[in-house]
């Protein structure tokens, strides 16, 4: 069968068009960065688009009208692709890189049709920019794809290493050939295969973006399930699935959990006397502290108004205590700077160790909790161990 490629570039050209209006109609603003790029893509689809249909109504125009223009309507989509790919995985944006690229295959591309015309070096110069191009855009995907939580990347990485491939594979064919056709809208296999499998690439590539979309509302859920707002640190769903990862890996290894219940002390008074705002900001600073204390696998949760729970697996007795002092004292050097004014903040500690037999945290949180109790009726700023 015979595929015309006028034909198949009316098609490309209207699906093209159809897919730049579902992406930018259908999406919201849940992810600001994440729509900024889908949206950025859907224009990309755009300018897509209407190359392809200038390649479909190109015996009404002039060849070189179409050659210039469409090719500049082309290469302006692959730029905004590899910008609006990076906007979505937040990365550094590339603008420039992009704009190079184009301009470098643009001005090749003209100086091959005008100054010098020469299909085949023509077609050489253009896939090797559109090579960079998915290059550049696997670069982007390839940390992603290789964790496991994210498919979208890897089924993007093969779309573009399927469009690299096309284009090595068009250049092969066009280079072998006795005797070559002399533009894309030539009849002849080669062009028909191309244009068709080309303009697939669009459809793939749009069903990619839409699952990252989809993987970057669906991250920013969970992590507003798991993630205490004010203080940026695990609450208390979060370190609940954290302290079942913790004890399952504590049995396999034989080892054991150390559990730290940290309270401020008088924190009323706190925010009785420079209000909640400032109070909040003291909160944040405690944070800040408790986290400068730990060590790479430690992990620290708000499970309450002014009380954090620090979960440090792999510990002894001796080397929790020393890390609840270490933290203890951290706080008590800091001067938290209120309005203007220095506020000396202290905590109390309450130290348990959990073992791998254990069915879950709960006990060594009351344990804990028990200890941490009885710092308080010690009068406070101290650290006490559960013996239990
Ligand atoms: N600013 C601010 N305050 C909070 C927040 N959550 C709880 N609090 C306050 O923390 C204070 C806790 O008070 P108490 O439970 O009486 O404990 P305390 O004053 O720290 O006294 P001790 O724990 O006995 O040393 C209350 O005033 C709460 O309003 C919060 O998110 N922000």
Not at 38 to 53: F, I, K, N, Y
Not at 58 to 83: D, F, R
Not at 283 to 290: D, G, K, R
């Amino acid at each position: 069968m015979q595929l015309n490629v006028e034909t198949l570039s009316l098609i490309n050209g209207c699906q093209a068009l159809v897919l730049a209006l579902m992406l930018w109609f259908g999406t919201h603003d849940a992810s600001r960065h994440a729509m900024n790029g889908l949206r950025l893509r859907a224009v990309a689809l755009l300018l897509e688009s209407g190359g392809d249909l200038m390649l479909a109504f190109a015996a009404k125009m002039s060849p070189m009208y179409v050659l210039l223009l469409g090719n500049t309507l082309n290469l302006s989509a692959q730029a905004l692709t590899i910008v609006a790919l990076r906007m979505l995985l937040q990365r550094s944006l590339r603008w420039r890189e992009a704009i190079l690229l184009g301009i470098g295959a643009w001005a090749g591309v003209t100086y091959l049709s005008v100054v010098h015309p020469n299909y085949l070096w023509r077609v050489l110069w253009g896939s090797f920019f559109l090579v960079c191009n998915s290059s550049l855009n696997i670069a982007a995907l390839w940390g992603g794809c290789r964790k496991r939580e994210t498919r979208a990347q890897c089924l993007l990485l093969w779309t573009y290493v399927l469009a690299i491939s096309l284009l090595v594979w068009r250049n092969v064919w066009l280079w072998t050939l006795a005797t070559p056709p002399q533009g894309i809208t030539a009849p002849s296999q080669v062009n028909s295969i191309y244009v068709l499998l080309f303009g697939i690439q669009p459809l793939l590539a749009s069903i990619g973006f839409l699952l990252l979309y989809n993987e970057i509302l669906q991250r920013g859920l969970y992590d507003l399930a798991r993630i205490d707002p004010l203080t940026g640190v695990s609450n208390r769903l979060g370190l609940l699935e954290a302290s079942e990862t913790l004890l399952a890996r504590a049995r396999r290894k034989h080892e054991s959990i150390g559990v730290l219940l940290i309270d401020a002390d008088h924190f009323k008074s706190v925010n009785d006397r420079f209000g909640h705002d400032d109070g909040d900001r003291v909160l944040l600073e405690l944070v800040a502290n408790i986290r400068r204390m730990l060590r790479a696998g430690d992990m620290v949760g708000r499970v309450g108004g002014e009380e954090f729970l620090v979960l440090s697996p792999a510990v002894k007795e001796a080397d929790l205590l020393a890390l609840a002092e270490r933290i203890r004292a951290a706080v008590e050097r800091s001067r938290f700077s209120i309005s203007g004014e220095r506020y000396h903040l202290t905590v109390s500690i309450g130290a348990a160790i959990a073992d791998g037999h254990e069915a879950d945290m709960m006990a060594a949180r009351r344990r804990a909790d028990i200890a941490l109790y009885e710092a308080k009726r010690a009068g406070r700023n101290c650290v006490m161990i559960s013996t239990h």
